[in-house]
Each structure stands twice: as C-alpha cells, then as structure tokens.
C-alpha cells in the first residue's frame, strides 16, 4: 500500500521501500524539482505571476511554514547594483542570504527519521509557536542543501561570480525548497526609484569639511562610491577623513618629496591621488583598471595623479586586499566608525607594523577591534600620546605612541591630523 508524503499542497507518492541513503537524496533532489516546478505552475494558474523584478538585498522573503517575514541578506555583492542595492543570483541562498522565519510550523511527520528536530527555544528567536499538529514547538532553522539554488523560469542575465563562473541574476518569481519541507519565494523587492539622483555626498558637506573639489569631480566620485558600494555612512565617513589627511583636503594629489627622500620607493612610485596609492598597489590598480604591464608609463605617480586620482582612492579603500585579505570600505561598514576601528585602517593606509618585529601587533589590533564592539567596553585598554618620542628597530625616530597591553607601537603617521579630520568628518558625513 502506497503512504504520502505531503510538501506544501502537493502529495508524493512513497511506496513504503526503505531507500539507502544515495537513493534517499536523489529521490529528496528529484522531489524539490518537481515541487518548484509545480509551485510555479500554480502562481501561473491563479495569475499571481507579473512582470519580473530582479530581486535585491533586502528583498522580503516568505516561507509557507514560517511565522514571520526574513530579508534577503548578503556579505560580498557580486559587483552589480541597482541605485545603492545590490543584485543577487540564484546562488544566494546559504545561510548568509537567508536568516530564520521565525518558528517552523511544517508537521514534524513531514521529516522524522530524516532529519533532526529543532528546539523550542534560543536567545535569538525566543520561544517558538507550537503548529496544531507538532508534539514540540520548533524555531525556524532554514536548511538548504550545499548544491541547492534559486529555481526560477527565466535567467536571461548572466552575472560572473568568482567560484560558479556565470550564473543567472535572481528574479523575483524564484522559489527554494527548504530541507524540512517549507517553500521559500520571494514577497517583495525593494522599491527603486530610478530617477532618483540624491548623492552619497554633497557639495554643502565637501565645503563643511572644507573639502576642494568641482562640482565635475564630486558627480564622479559619487558614482565611483556607488559602483564599488561605498554606500554605509561610517565607511564613507572614514574614507573621506583618509583622503582629507592624505591630500591636504583635497589640494595635492601627488606626493611631494619629504625631508631624507621616499622611504621605502621612489620619485616615480610615490604617493598618488587623495588616498595616497604607492608602490606595489600601483601596479595592482593598474591591473585592476585592464590596463597591461607595458602600457603602465615609468612615472606612474604623476600618471595616477593626472588622470586616475579618485579612481585610485576608491579602489584603494574599496578593492585594494591589505594584510591578510582585509578590505577598509567592508571593514568599516562590519565593525563601525569608531576611533578605534579608524586608526586600525590608518595603519592599514599608512605603513602596517611587521609581524617579524612586532610579532604582537595583530593580536592588540585585533584586541581594539573586538573593544570597540562590546556593550560594556574597556576604555582603559588602549590609549595614546601624540607628542610623545618612538624608536624602531632600526633606531630611527617618530612622534606619537600607542600604549596597550604593556606594549607600544608608533601611531600612524601624523596621527594628530589624522584624528582631527576623523572627528570632522563624523560631523559632516555621517
């Protein structure tokens, strides 16, 4: 006699044989075809499909089995976006993308003795509902399969990703089947007003800062900020206070040759643009731009300077991988504007102490980071002296030290300035 498993509306026929575990997941794969197949074919038939939208961060998402709406969420964007939002494909959907629903109400017969139950209860969701037809309540733990994705009739356009090669973007009549039976669609997408031309910065905040800069320049920087998602106002905040030091704010984008000449490059490699690009990240600019090796002119200072200045700038605080694979514009926008976190990119910025003699400064960095996002901070962790004398360890001498954990390290480069146009710009941009 045949027995049914119900999923959603539908019924699938199971003939009771007990199945091995490789022929359990291929019926399990083959099951989630036909039930996004026919969830679609039912939206159609109750003329519930419409015009596509491409679905965005932040778009609504439903679950049949949920009791609340979640977001569509992402980490890294996949470099498209629609005004300030960015666009996903249908491989965005791990636990990164998509959060809890709240409680799960699917009937527990649905998945006993395939998968485990969730609990009653956490600190994040609270207490969970109970469905009628459940023994035990049940908090909401989407589970989606490593190989799953998006189903969805049409993906005319493709996008690059870095590990799946192109991929179809992710419209707003897909569908995703959850392990424990729910569906999952997408409800709304966020409204984007095409016409829409507010600036991430304005030419009242540039003049409040005291920022130089053209009305041509400020509508360029605008839009480099928005194509590389430079859109969080603390991220923002600290870019412009970066630039505000590094150019003088906003009147030299080429670096003038300091008592003692260029440490560490030369009259050709020296800092460029309103972030000061130098050396190595140079050439890594230029790759980035598409532009080969033997087009790259000799002074490539002077070049950056004249024709890329705020090209470099962005791509340096929003590209450029420092350290260990840290990028300042997702730094920031992760951990927050506060002073601890800008002085941690002003090393970054401005000459990063090395591990082999100072085998400790990543751990106290590290430490002032996770400080700066504790409700009950130490205050008392790290402190400062602007004026105060700093030897290395090729005994040669800066001003300004950091104090932490018994230890110091000289302060970035002119910190003092550094610090005063920080505060300014949480002022002006934020």
């Not at 459940?134 to 994705?149: K, R, T, W, Y």
């Not at 030290?401 to 003092?416: A, D, F, H, K, S």
Request: a negative charge; aromatic letters at 12%.
């Amino acid at each position: 006699m045949s027995i049914f498993d119900p999923r959603g509306p539908f019924l699938f026929c199971n003939n009771g044989v007990e199945k091995s575990e490789e022929e359990a997941q291929q019926e399990e794969e083959k099951i989630q075809e036909q039930l996004c197949e026919l969830m679609y074919m039912q939206q159609q038939y109750h003329g519930v499909i419409m015009e596509q939208r491409y679905a965005l961060r932040d778009s609504k998402l439903c679950c049949q089995y949920g009791t609340r709406y979640a977001r569509l969420d992402c980490i890294e964007d996949n470099g498209i976006l629609k005004r300030r939002f960015p666009l996903l494909t249908v491989l965005d959907c791990t636990i990164e993308n998509i959060h809890s629903f709240g409680s799960c109400l699917c009937p527990e017969a649905n998945y006993a003795g395939r998968l485990p139950m969730t609990v009653a209860s956490s600190s994040r969701e609270g207490i969970a509902v109970q469905a009628d037809c459940n023994i035990f309540p049940h908090i909401c733990v989407p589970l989606i399969g490593s190989a799953d994705q998006w189903k969805q009739i049409d993906g005319d356009l493709l996008v690059e990703t870095n590990a799946q090669g192109y991929v179809p973007m992710l419209t707003d009549n897909a569908v995703l089947v959850c392990q424990y039976g729910g569906i999952i669609s997408i409800c709304d997408v966020p409204q984007v007003d095409e016409s829409d031309k507010s600036q991430l910065i304005t030419m009242k905040q540039m003049n409040d800062f005291g920022f130089k800069i053209s009305e041509e320049d400020l509508e360029k920087l605008n839009r480099l900020l928005e194509e590389n998602g430079v859109i969080d106002r603390g991220s923002i905040a600290l870019f412009m206070a970066t630039c505000g030091h590094e150019s003088g704010m906003g009147t030299l984008v080429l670096e003038e040759e300091p008592d003692g000449g260029f440490d560490g490059y030369d009259i050709y490699t020296r800092g460029a643009g309103y972030i000061q690009v130098t050396a190595n990240d140079q050439l890594a600019f230029y790759e980035y731009m598409g532009i080969g090796k033997d087009e790259i002119p000799s002074d490539r200072a002077t070049d950056i300077a004249d024709n890329y200045a705020w090209e470099a700038s962005v791509w340096e605080w929003a590209i450029c991988k420092k350290g260990d694979g840290v990028i300042m514009n997702e730094y920031v926008t992760k951990y927050g504007s506060s002073e601890g976190i800008f002085l941690i990119t002003q090393y970054f910025i401005n000459s990063y102490l090395s591990k082999e003699h100072y085998p400790a400064f990543n751990d106290d960095l590290r430490e002032i980071r996770e400080n700066e996002n504790v409700e009950n901070k130490n205050s008392n962790l790290w402190s400062y002296d602007l004026e105060k004398k700093w030897v290395d360890y090729k005994g040669k001498e800066f001003t300004g030290v950091l104090y932490i954990n018994g230890r110091t390290y000289r302060l970035p480069l002119n910190y003092g300035d550094r610090k005063e146009k920080y505060e300014n710009a949480l002022k002006y941009f934020l």
